[in-house]
């Protein structure tokens, strides 16, 4: 009698009856004996992933697909390994995928909650887009979850090193309150630094003023004063948005 495997712990309720049905279904054949039944199936098949990683593979014919009802994602039978063929899984952070190894390359991982798309290399994740962590100037709110307001906001944004993704703490800096042009250098710097009103100086000098006739010549400060404009330069003024 062929062995049944026990259903994965790890079973959402929302796949159960999938999985007790192909359970059952197996039983019977088994307890059939019709042989040809029980014969490796062609076709395309359809549940959740912990079906397909809980079926013996054998029990599959080459070439067969299976798609990943929770996952999005479809698979076939090459070489008597799964291998993954296309679909994209559309989940936040806290949901990533797990247990992903050399058959899963080229696995799509859509992370919600940071706007961004990951690809499985077969060892690690990489980014399909551009990665984040960079203010952007906009003329209004970019709409979307990878964006937070520059309003002194605690946040994160995603990271992948070494393939491996995380999410990284991140303060934005209150520019809402505290307008600032941004400044390039070797270094972020986590404070806004504040203006400096610019002064003028110089060497004094000293005038000669005659009073009458055979007056003592007299000294005095000359003194200018030089009226600065509030901003010298033409600017247009946005709204200042963190990438997450």
Not at 68 to 87: H, I, K, P
Not at 137 to 158: I, K, M, N, R, V
Request: glycine share 12%.
């Amino acid at each position: 009698m062929t062995a049944i495997p026990a259903i994965p712990s790890t079973t959402a309720a929302a796949n159960l009856i999938t999985v007790l049905n192909d359970r059952i279904r197996r039983i019977n054949v088994a307890l059939s004996g019709d042989a040809s039944a029980a014969a490796a199936e062609p076709g395309v098949h359809f549940g959740p992933h912990v079906l397909r990683m809980g079926r013996p593979i054998a029990e599959y014919a080459g070439g067969a697909f299976f798609f990943e009802t929770d996952r999005g994602a479809l698979y076939q039978v090459q070489n008597g390994a799964w291998a993954y063929v296309s679909g994209a899984l559309s989940a936040a952070f806290s949901g990533a995928p797990t247990g992903l190894g050399a058959g899963d390359a080229g696995f799509l991982w859509s992370v919600t909650d940071y706007a961004h798309l990951l690809r499985w290399t077969g060892t690690g994740w990489e980014f399909l887009d551009a990665a984040g962590n960079y203010i952007a100037g906009c003329a209004g709110a970019p709409g979307g979850s990878g964006w937070q307001l520059c309003d002194g906001s605690a946040t994160s944004y995603l990271q992948v090193a070494a393939g491996i993704a995380s999410a990284v703490a991140f303060t934005t800096p209150n520019l809402a309150t505290t307008a600032a042009y941004l400044k390039f250098g070797a270094g972020y710097s986590a404070s806004i630094a504040a203006a400096t009103v610019p002064t003028a100086g110089g060497a004094s000098a000293t005038a000669a003023v005659a009073s009458g006739s055979g007056a003592t010549p007299a000294s005095g400060a000359h003194v200018h004063t030089i009226a600065l404009p509030a901003d010298p330069v033409a600017n247009l003024q946005v709204v200042a948005y963190y990438r997450r």
